[in-house]
């Protein structure tokens, strides 16, 4: 699990929400099946990481939103 929170908090680094491939996540060796519980975002539960959300989207791409303590 902190393996996947390191790789998030680097990719993330000055971003609050933004798209990437799947594959360029798996390569960087982010497990999708490792999450910490579910976010309820946009009406939807969605898997999380402590403060990351992680949405699928079209074309093999994730949106990943970093939750701030204002959101």
Do not use: C
């Amino acid at each position: 699990m902190f393996s996947n929170f390191r790789i998030l908090t680097e990719i993330m680094l000055n971003q609050t929400d933004t798209q990437f491939h799947k594959e360029y996540l798996k390569g960087k060796g982010l497990d999708f099946s490792v999450h910490s519980h579910y976010f309820h975002f946009e009406g939807i539960a969605r898997t999380a990481l402590y403060n990351f959300v992680m949405i699928p989207i079209a074309d093999d791409k994730i949106r990943i939103i970093k939750i701030t303590d204002n959101d």
